[in-house]
């Protein structure tokens, strides 16, 4: 690790005040410290959001539920308030890594690193979400744009994200044995907007398979979804799996979660 000066302001606008020249909000460390340790990645300034009370926590605001950005995984996986309103989101959380992971590892903290394997990425996109910035809304459909990249200008601050409740939603993942992180995870919904289907793990950046989106709008059914092939074109292909295999596992995953929202 190279060394760091590091802050821990109380409010936003210290935060984001702190945040000039080369610096880095760390949330919950659990991807960040891995990489300054392993000086995949360094900084002058580290700028600990733990001190802003108001980063965190869960509340429903009409037909919407708002998860604070500081929220951890354990606390949206435990909220009664998101197990009610979107079990499916509280499951996304609580498959997570292990224990540890999720009591320190953030929603805000997720979403902003866009590990293209990571879970929460998959429920923003396939719930039609919107992220609420310091400075503006963005909305799931353009968050994501590439491997590790997103819609964040430099410096922008996840304030929370925003989640319509769904009729029916579910996400089911293959993990990857050892890291717990998707190998292919797919997060199925169905609400007012339309059916909505996004992927994680199969390519360099979270995605939504438009023709399973397709098939399951004439038929909610995991036949609908089991019977559309996806090419393996842009897929990732590694150790773990070929890019053939992860088209195939795109279609089993999505016919699993429609299987499992049907059944709530
Ligand atoms: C062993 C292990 C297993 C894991 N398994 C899984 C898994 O199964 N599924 C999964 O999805 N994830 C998994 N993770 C990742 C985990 O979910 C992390 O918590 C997450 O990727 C990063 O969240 P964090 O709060 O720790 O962020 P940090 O590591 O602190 O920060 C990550 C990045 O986000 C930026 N950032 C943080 N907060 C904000 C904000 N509010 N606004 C703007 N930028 C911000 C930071 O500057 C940094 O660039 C795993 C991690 C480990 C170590």
């Known amino acids: 690790m190279y060394s760091f000066d590091y802050q821990r302001p109380g409010d936003r606008a210290a935060a984001v005040a702190a945040i000039q020249g080369d610096a880095r909000f760390l949330a919950g460390g659990q991807s960040l410290v891995q990489a300054l340790k392993l000086r995949l990645s360094s900084t002058e300034r580290l700028v600990d959001l733990g001190g802003i009370p108001d ?19 354990a606390a949206v996986a435990l909220s009664p308030d998101v197990q009610k309103a979107i079990p499916a989101l509280a499951e996304l959380a609580g498959g997570i890594g292990d224990q540890m992971v999720r009591n320190m590892g953030t929603i805000g903290g997720s979403i902003a690193n866009a590990d293209p394997a990571a879970c929460y990425p998959a429920g923003v996109l396939g ?30 601050l996840i304030t929370a994200v925003s989640f319509p409740a769904p009729q029916k939603a579910a996400y089911i993942k293959y993990k990857q044995p050892a890291s717990r ?30 023709e399973i989106e397709q098939a399951l709008a004439r038929s909610f059914t995991p036949e609908a979804a089991k019977a559309v092939s996806l090419s393996p074109a842009g897929m990732n292909a590694d150790l773990h799996a070929t890019a053939e295999y992860r088209a195939a596992m ?15």
């Open 181 to 210: 992180f998707a190998l292919v995870g797919v997060f199925v919904s169905q609400g007012a907007g339309g059916v909505r289907v996004a992927v994680t793990g199969a390519k360099s950046a979270v995605f939504r398979a438009t």
């Open 55 to 73: 980063l965190k926590g869960i509340r429903v605001d009409g037909g919407n539920v708002v998860i604070g950005a500081m929220t951890t995984h």
């Open 127 to 156: 719930l039609g979400a919107t992220v609420h910035t310091n400075k503006r809304t963005i909305a799931a459909d353009a968050f994501f744009t590439g491997l590790y990249t997103t819609a964040l200008a430099d410096g922008e």
């Open 250 to 264: 795109v279609s089993v995953m999505a016919a699993r979660a429609v299987a499992a929202a049907n059944a709530r």
